[in-house]
């Protein structure tokens, strides 16, 4: 029991470091100014907000040690180059309220490359061509400045993130494969038929195989969306976000990373229901989140720093108790 309670001593000695280190950064996300867009002038995120998302770019997978000691699976994504190309507004008949986004641009690109419809897209938000162009839905409070660049600092290690990319694409696959069909028998009546769909239809009445059937055809390559990722560390020096975990797609390829709708806003909007307000809205030692975003100059104020999650759930070197 001794060396129980020196482990849990050790534990919520390195979750009060890690607080400290979180309020560092949000001290500098705090000097900021508000985005112009912004009517009420607030910078302070509240379960109400949906701020933009992030262009990243897959570099790989490695594996880190969390605060326990333990080996961690991390995907690596990069920011590059992420800046804002446009807000949009677009009034919707009632009751539905008003669209607001963010659109964003990351990779530049050479100018001889891009079409001139985009080239003056991009010399009006006075930014340099980029290879990709995505859109991000927020509130209206969450609107930011055109040209702003964005950095790895509009997340904080510790938070949950939703990933989106195109998935590896495997080719034709069978059934089993692309639906885990079991298959036919493996013997007993059975030739050459093994990993066979077996029936697909009725008989002459409806005397057709139904739209949206499982049958055999083309695997992966699809958008995919891999939600509740834990945000493990945010290097700002090389703009990387390492994610618990594995991320859709080939190396090098285009991510669009964002709040965790399940994880971190419908649950925060649920505590707040509840009465709770502050840290206690966010999972573990969060304090708060950059608002409306984490940008280059927050980054360039902080300086080049690698900030690490707090240990999640717990010890696994610790015996649990009988």
């Known amino acids: 029991m001794l060396f129980l309670a020196r482990e849990y001593a050790g534990a919520a000695s390195i979750v009060r470091q890690a607080r400290r280190g979180h309020q560092v950064v949000l001290k500098a996300f705090a000097s900021t100014t508000a985005s112009p867009a912004d009517a009420s002038g607030s910078t302070t995120w509240t379960p109400q907000s949906r701020r933009t998302g992030l262009i990243a770019r897959k570099r790989g997978m490695t594996s880190i040690f969390d605060a326990n000691g333990a080996k961690v699976p991390v995907t690596v994504l990069q920011v590059e180059d992420c800046q804002v190309t446009a807000n949009v507004e677009t009034p919707r008949p009632a009751p539905l309220p008003t669209y607001y986004a963010v659109q964003l641009a990351a990779s530049n690109k050479r100018e001889k490359n891009v079409t001139k419809q985009m080239l003056g897209h991009f010399a009006r938000a006075g930014v340099e061509p980029k290879r990709i162009v995505k859109e991000f839905p927020v509130t209206k409070d969450a609107l930011i400045p055109v040209g702003t660049e964005l950095s790895a600092m509009h997340f904080i290690p510790g938070q949950f993130v939703d990933v989106v990319s195109k998935s590896l694409g495997k080719g034709f696959a069978g059934t089993m494969k692309r639906w885990n069909f079991k298959g036919l028998r493996a013997s007993h009546g059975v030739s050459v038929s093994h990993r066979s769909a077996g029936s697909t239809g009725q008989h002459q009445d409806p005397g057709r195989v139904f739209k949206g059937k499982k049958m055999a055809g083309r695997l992966g390559g699809e958008r995919t969306t ?19 975990g594995a991320v859709p797609g080939v190396d090098d390829a285009d991510v669009l990373i964002s709040d965790a ?21 966010l999972p573990g030692a969060v304090q708060s989140l950059p608002f409306p975003a984490g940008t280059k100059e927050m980054e360039q ?14 010890n696994p070197f610790v015996p649990r108790e009988q």
Not at 226 to 244: A, E, S, W
Request: aromatic letters at 4%; glycine letters at 10%.
């Open 261 to 281: 709708k399940k994880k971190l806003a419908l649950m925060a909007e649920s505590k707040a229901k509840k009465g709770l307000t502050g840290p206690d809205l």
């Open 226 to 244: 891999v939600q509740n990722l834990l945000v493990m560390r945010v290097d700002t020096g090389l703009n990387l976000i390492y994610v618990k």
């Open 301 to 314: 104020k902080l300086g080049a720093v690698a900030i690490d999650a707090p240990a999640w759930g717990r």
